[in-house]
């Protein structure tokens, strides 16, 4: 094998995203999620860093973008395995989260704020994404339509997202 044909291997990107419920209401944070960076409400969390194990980096991220000191996950609540140009094989995984205290005081500079909703305006929210692998996931596991712990395999090519398979 020649230094041509070896491939340099793409850095794997591997998101978290927690899912707190006060209530009948769920956690929306404010960021800049669509198309030409308008301003959305989507669930908190973000990339996990080297050396971070999930859990760890959860806590990091919900406490970052929403203030919220928070327990481990009680559940997962479903997996996305996401194929894209930018982003080859990128994994996200989203938890229930049972125990978390504290006040909403954003401390991300990305977000613009956090707040709780009841579950249809969160519902509706969420459906304004402007991504299907953004959009799709959240709602079929918040609305009870799809079972707890589901997997979302996506292929993005451009500006189209394609469902390649879920179980």
Do not use: C
Request: a negative charge; zero cysteines; glycine letters at 12%.
């Amino acid at each position: 094998m020649t230094a041509e044909d070896a491939k340099t291997p793409e850095p794997r990107v591997q998101l978290v995203i927690g899912i707190i419920r006060q209530g009948n209401e769920i956690l929306l944070v404010r960021e800049g999620l669509g198309a030409d960076g308008e301003m959305r409400w989507s669930l908190p969390g973000g990339g996990v860093e080297d050396g971070e194990l999930m859990h760890e980096a959860l806590r990091r991220e919900l406490r970052e973008e929403t203030g919220l000191l928070v327990g481990d996950p009680v559940r997962t609540a479903f997996l996305m395995h996401i194929d894209s140009e930018r982003h080859p094989s990128a994994v996200a995984a989203a938890f229930e989260i049972g125990k978390w205290a504290g006040e909403l005081a954003p401390q991300d500079d990305d977000i613009e704020q956090a707040a709780f909703f009841p579950l249809p305006d969160a519902l509706k929210l969420i459906g304004e994404l402007d991504s299907a692998t953004q959009r799709e996931p959240i709602i079929g596991y918040l609305s009870g339509t799809v079972a707890p712990g589901t997997t979302w395999l996506y292929r993005n090519r451009g500006m189209e997202e394609t469902l390649v398979g879920r179980w």
